[in-house]
Nanobody, 123 residues
Framework: QVQLVESGGGLVQAGGSLRLSCAASGRTFSSYAMAWFRQAPGKEREFVAAITWSSRSTYSTDSVKGRFTISRDNAKNTVYLQMNKLKPEDTAVYSC????????????????WGQGTQVTVSS
C-alpha cells in the first residue's frame, strides 16, 4: 500500500517556474515507478512524465519536453516535477501516481494516486 500527497502547486505567471513534490508513505516506495498526470477543466487526464524506481529512465510527453523534469529521492520517499517556462495551457490539477510496472504511460497501469495539486498559469 502506498499513500501519496502532492504539494507545491499555486498561481504563477507565464514563463515562471514551480516545483511539485509528491510524498509517499509505505516501505515499498523505492520499488515503484512514479509518474505525474494532469487534468485540465473539461479535459481528460493526461500523462506528463514518469520515472523508473532506480531513476535510470524517465519519459515525458512531447508538450513538456525541455521544460519539465521528473526526479525522485528514494531516501526521502519523494518524487518531484520541476516545471520551467510555464504556459497558460499547463494549467491543470497535477497528480502523482505509483505503479509496480517498469515505466507505464497509461493511467490504468497505475495503482495508487494522490489527491492532486492545482497549478494555474496566468498569461
Amino acid at each position: 500500500q502506498v499513500q501519496l500527497v502532492e504539494s507545491g502547486g499555486g498561481l504563477v505567471q507565464a514563463g515562471g517556474s514551480l516545483r511539485l513534490s509528491c510524498a509517499a508513505s509505505g516501505r515499498t516506495f523505492s520499488s515503484y515507478a512514479m509518474a505525474w498526470f494532469r487534468q485540465a477543466p473539461g479535459k481528460e487526464r493526461e500523462f506528463v512524465a514518469a520515472i523508473t524506481w532506480s531513476s535510470r529512465s524517465t519519459y515525458s510527453t512531447d508538450s513538456v519536453k525541455g521544460r519539465f523534469t521528473i526526479s525522485r529521492d528514494n531516501a526521502k520517499n519523494t518524487v518531484y516535477l520541476q516545471m520551467n517556462k510555464l504556459k497558460p495551457e499547463d494549467t491543470a490539477v497535477y497528480s502523482c501516481a505509483a505503479s509496480p510496472r517498469i515505466l507505464p504511460k497509461s493511467s490504468i497501469e497505475y495503482d495508487y494516486w494522490g489527491q492532486g495539486t492545482q497549478v494555474t498559469v496566468s498569461s
